[in-house]
């Protein structure tokens, strides 16, 4: 199975989905993240504010740095190579990216009760 590590953007916890003004996009991206775990997926993610020298110690996340700089994030590898920049990528896309485990045919389109995402 293949790794994915998501470099965050600088956000206010290790999620994005705290205080008060939540990033909808975040909260649909964290209940997608909970299902491809679920699946099995292995999946490390980091933090700008909070684990900047993860962001200075891979050469691929250095040279997107230092090529589109931080606003550019977040930056999704797929063992260890470039697959999406300046989005979050969608359940259909974890899937793909671990071999399609599990049914991504039913994303959550809206933050409901069972759905995991509030």
């Known amino acids: 199975m293949s790794t994915i ?26 209940a997608d993240l909970d299902w ?6 292995q999946i490390e993610r980091y933090n700008l504010a909070q684990q900047p020298l993860a962001f200075a110690e891979n050469a691929v996340v250095r040279a997107y740095l230092q090529r589109s700089g931080q606003d550019a994030l977040p930056l999704v590898l797929v063992d260890g190579e470039m697959a999406l920049a300046g ?15 599990g049914n991504a045919s039913a994303p959550p389109t809206a933050c409901a009760p069972g759905t995991g995402c509030c």
């Open 5 to 30: 590590q998501i470099y965050d953007p600088a956000l206010c916890c290790s999620s994005g989905v705290c205080g008060v003004d939540v990033d909808e996009a975040l909260v649909y991206f964290a």
């Open 36 to 41: 491809a775990k679920q699946q099995g997926a």
């Open 87 to 101: 989005r979050y990528p969608t359940r259909t896309e974890l899937a793909r990216w671990t071999s399609g485990s």
